[in-house]
């Protein structure tokens, strides 16, 4: 057994319309030669392969040219699974035909049922699901009553449901990989701060399960390759591991400044080893928060500018009356490139009551159901009943479905 | 070599929001049928595959398993195009991939230089194209020079010069089929005004050529076998043949009352044969055409009501004044059922100005470019000179592509 493991590709993604398909196609070009120097028997792609559920054309296009060249030309299976970035039924067009030249694609809890056989190992391709997906499955595939479930309606408990009928498909004497999408803590609770930050910044919702799984759901598999989360520092334990997405997809991505890679995962003598491997960046991203003096003085800017690079420029100590008239971008442009993806500003004379705790947080930055909640709270004085939440995260599941 | 012929599935198509999903699979069932009966070696799919560039999520899952059905399941080889209406680089994902399973698909002037090649055949697919491919294709994939490339203004010209080409990868001793997707026309001209019509029911578009191609640029092929024009009857020539659609697709079709079916075609004897296999209709589609007090009367009504059926209702000789106060759709829905896909109304008193010969036609009957070239001379005097028409039929033809 040794394969690749890597997730969150996000094909498609742009950063304020600046298109990061050049970045991904340099990762892509990193990872098929690891695989095949390090002659892997495959290589997974744990959920979110496009950035949208109707991805552009360019996106489509890129993604099938990686495809067809892993699978088809260099002959190196793929085990992916739709992740919620994905668009899992319009993804799953032709799957069975797939199968046939070894890309296994998985988009619903019927084909996590049917491990992937090699000589020594099984690998079950989880995608990410809602609740509502595991109770249409235990309903309309499986034919439980209506009674058992109902019962779930948490993400963990579906998936402690699902974990508990693949181990039934274990062959023993086999290695298992289990291929999946979640948010997975680390500490094994389920409000774990960190990890939820990490989440909000790259999904900007809750729906579905943000950190309500702990990893010992997992403690069967050998394995666990994990996608959601685009940092592999995030992993929650030795053997249930995040890869991280292979490119850097905005700013707080790229203040934490961890090292983007995949890991190779083996079982030489065994015992299951992993060991990461760094994919290069060809166009940095840098973070500036400087005041206009300093980003504008030669002697700060000389190590940034003149190069292909993305930029994140938030303008400290910014002074709105002294500044009036001049063009803060056009000046940073003149300097830094047309590659300033962000451009913020840290007003200098700022209104106290602005600075009050009670300032509130900008909707984008909240989970929708969050601010539904907030919303309703304000105009009613009091919190939506169970009832209600369960209708509005049914709703927010169906537009995420859609788009 | 014995092949079935079909085109126009438009998968998701819907009349005023009716979905046809329930038509369309009942017409697939049979088209299945007859080609396991039939032994066929070979199902082709003329293009418009689907409806829209974009397909619904249902549309995609149910195209998924009708291909899935036929070429996994039964094992039947399908050539399809994609035609002006499918978005050709989305519906590209995955061909590489068919391919090895017996699906092939084209969706560029490329693939259709490279024949399916059978033990005494060779199949072309020539998906839809504008003239802006033909250029991109001559120019960067051949790599012709500016001059050459720039000949190919006219879809004649463009396909003519394909046609040429194919020519040349022709295998003697092999019979040549040809699957295309354009409207051709019967009579060798131009300006074929009954194709015109049908095309304007079908596109109301006349980008990419409207009754363009003349039937003689194919006289080399032994058999043409078209998508486009719904209707078998506009079938240009013996060997240059329309199937037409499966399905009734709207009104104006529904009058035409022309048989819905599949061509069967083979060559025994060292000659091509034909037969047409009617489709049946599991909801008939009626337009009425009558005054309130008829449609009302059960005399009139009881041949049509009390079934599973789509009217397209036109009422005639329509008194405003006198029907104030009538909710008339709700009485023709409790004697019709709710599937009255349209209703429109035929006023018994009009204001002479609107019968003069200067009424505008509906923009929704004019092809855009019609609509814009209108425009413009009403508001400039004068016509768009040949430089802005073709400014004109490039955006058209963009967002065409984008849709």
Do not use: C
């Amino acid at each position: 057994m040794k394969f690749l493991h890597t997730a969150d590709w996000h094909i498609g993604r742009t950063i304020n319309g600046f298109s990061l398909l050049e970045e991904q196609k340099y990762a892509f070009e990193q990872i098929k030669e690891i695989a095949k120097n390090e002659n892997v028997d495959a290589l997974i792609i744990a959920g979110d392969l496009y950035d949208r559920s109707i991805p552009s054309v360019e996106a489509v296009t890129t993604f099938n040219e990686m495809l067809t060249d892993l699978v088809i030309n260099e002959k190196i299976p793929v085990y992916a699974i739709s992740g919620n970035h994905d668009g899992a039924k319009r993804l799953n067009f032709g799957r069975d035909f797939f199968a046939d030249s070894n890309f296994y694609l998985s988009t619903n809890i019927e084909e996590a049922m049917k491990p992937i056989e090699t000589e020594d190992t099984q690998y079950f391709l989880l995608p990410f699901i809602d609740p509502s997906d595991a109770r249409v499955y235990y309903k309309n595939v499986v034919g439980e009553d209506d009674e058992l479930v109902k019962s779930y309606t948490k993400i963990s408990d579906a998936v402690m449901r699902i974990v508990s009928d693949i181990r039934d498909n274990f062959v023993e004497g086999k290695k298992h990989v289990l291929v999946t999408h979640f948010a997975v803590s680390k500490k094994g609770e389920e409000s774990d701060d960190e990890l939820k930050q990490l989440m909000l910044s790259e999904t900007s919702s809750t729906v579905g399960g943000l950190a309500t799984l702990t990893h010992d759901i997992f403690k069967d598999f050998d394995y666990v390759a994990l996608g959601h989360i685009h940092t592999h520092e995030a992993s929650p334990s030795e053997s249930v591991v995040y890869s991280g997405s292979p490119v850097i997809f905005n700013s707080k991505e790229a203040k934490l400044s961890t090292q983007k890679g995949i890991y190779i995962v083996d079982d030489t003598d065994g015992k299951i080893n992993k060991k990461f491997i760094n994919l290069k960046v060809e166009k940095p991203f840098y973070v500036l928060n400087e005041d206009f003096e300093t980003l504008t003085s030669k002697d700060f800017y000389k190590k940034y500018s003149g190069q292909n690079a993305w930029y994140s420029i938030q303008l400290k100590d910014y002074d709105r009356k002294a500044m009036e008239g001049i063009n803060i971008r056009a000046r940073l442009e003149d300097i830094y490139g047309t590659d300033i993806v962000e451009l913020s500003f840290e007003e200098r004379y700022q209104d106290i009551k602005n600075q009050s705790q009670n300032k509130p947080t900008s909707v984008g930055q909240t989970a929708p159901e969050v601010t539904i909640n907030n919303f309703y709270e304000e105009m009613t004085g009091q919190k939506p009943s169970d009832f209600q939440e369960k209708v509005i995260e049914d709703i927010l599941i169906d537009i995420r479905k859609e788009r």
